[in-house]
């Protein structure tokens, strides 16, 4: 099982950064792909961007060249690095881990970042 524990959002102005960071605890963390998601108000949860088990990363289109994710194994961490925020970037955003086989998934509770026009 992997508990996360997301960190790093906060009220920031449109064109500013912030990073994200999910910390995991449990057993295995390496084999797990993990993804960050945003939920916005009235919205359904979309995935932004993913990393492998590999290090292989992928973004929707609308974060592209804006949002990096990245991993470090053995602090068993996962940060998103937000650049060029927008007033639509406001959102939780959730960490979610993926086993490869996909059997189980596990889910933090997000944390709220704000962005000000």
């Known amino acids: 099982q992997v508990r996360l524990v997301e960190s790093g959002g906060g009220l920031v102005q449109a064109g500013g950064s912030l990073r994200l960071s999910c910390a995991a605890s449990g057993t295995m963390f390496s084999i797990y792909d993990m993804n960050w998601y945003q939920q916005q108000p009235g919205k359904e949860r979309e995935l932004v961007a993913t990393?492998?088990?590999?290090?292989?990363?992928s973004y929707a289109d609308s974060v592209k060249g804006r949002f990096a994710i990245s991993r470090d194994n053995a602090k068993m961490t996962v940060w998103l690095q937000i650049n060029s925020l927008k007033p639509e970037d406001t959102a939780v955003y959730v960490c979610n881990a993926l086993h490869p086989s996909l059997s189980e998934s596990y889910w933090g509770l997000g944390t709220q970042v704000t962005v000000s026009s």
């Open positions: 990393i492998t088990s590999g290090g292989s990363t």
